[in-house]
């Protein structure tokens, strides 16, 4: 992947929102040998049973829902890739995809700045710059893989990439241009209906507004609307008249 595409990426991801534009990221791009030897050591030091040791505190195993849904993507990729249950190599091999970061000839480790800890807030500005970068480099052609696997042992990414000690090492983006004859890119995680996790509040004020201004003729936008110094950002109405509206913020009588 060329330093400048990941230059372009970062450019328009690095416009992500944080807490009072706080950016309390750093992107670490690791390539070639050094990402060769980041990957040699995870998998050896997973493969001999050494534990994890990341730096942000891990919630343990998923349970109950979480843990289903971890499941059912689970089974949906081993039956693209047709690894059986009890095939224990083939599933091995799977797990070990992580920890080398899916061989991608990319790795974007995401650290923020220590001083933020305990980090809530700044992990969610991460997960913002994150998600820009995954976008951003999907529009140009390359496929992401947002790999807490792969910075496993931080201990060893932050030897090899020379990271900072002053800052904390979340996740890594391993990126690259996507094979679309391997089984697996073909697969796509379920996502659960909107009434599941989504309830509107005060919808039924706006749906009897609503009912008032069609009687009138006046139709409301949620148009985003910066206020003009000293005026309340509100709903902006359309008095429609023949193919000419008149918009005007409420309470304001200047057109």
């Not at 900072?164 to 690259?176: F, H, K, L, Y």
């Amino acid at each position: 992947v060329p330093k400048a595409v990941i230059e372009e990426i970062l450019e328009v991801a690095k416009r992500a929102p944080s807490s009072m534009n706080t950016q309390p990221w750093d992107v670490h791009v690791v390539t070639g040998e050094p990402l060769e030897e980041v990957r040699r050591r995870n998998m050896e030091e997973m493969i001999a049973g050494a534990k994890p040791k990341r730096d942000i505190i891990s919630h343990g195993e998923y349970q109950g829902v979480h843990r289903q849904r971890q499941v059912d993507i689970a089974k949906k990729l081993f039956g693209a890739m047709g690894i059986a249950r009890d095939d224990k190599p083939m599933r091995q091999d799977w797990v070990l995809r992580g920890f080398r970061q899916f061989d991608a000839p990319v790795s974007l480790v995401l650290t923020y700045d220590r001083v933020l800890d305990p980090g809530a807030v700044c992990h969610f500005d991460l997960g913002a710059l994150c998600y820009g970068i995954v976008l951003a480099a999907w529009d140009r052609g390359l496929g992401s893989v947002i790999n807490g696997q792969g910075i496993m042992r931080s201990d060893i990414v932050r030897e090899v990439a020379k990271i900072p000690e002053d800052e904390v090492i979340m996740t890594c983006v391993a990126m690259g241009y996507p094979d679309d004859g391997f089984a697996a890119n073909a697969v796509r995680s379920d996502r659960e209906a909107n009434s599941d996790f989504v309830r509107f509040v005060g919808f039924a004020e706006q749906c009897t507004r609503a009912r008032m201004c069609r009687r009138h003729g006046i139709v409301p936008m949620s148009v985003a609307m910066p206020p003009a110094r000293g005026r309340r950002a509100d709903l902006i109405w359309i008095k429609c008249t023949d193919a000419i509206g008149i918009m005007s913020p409420r309470n304001d009588a200047t057109p």
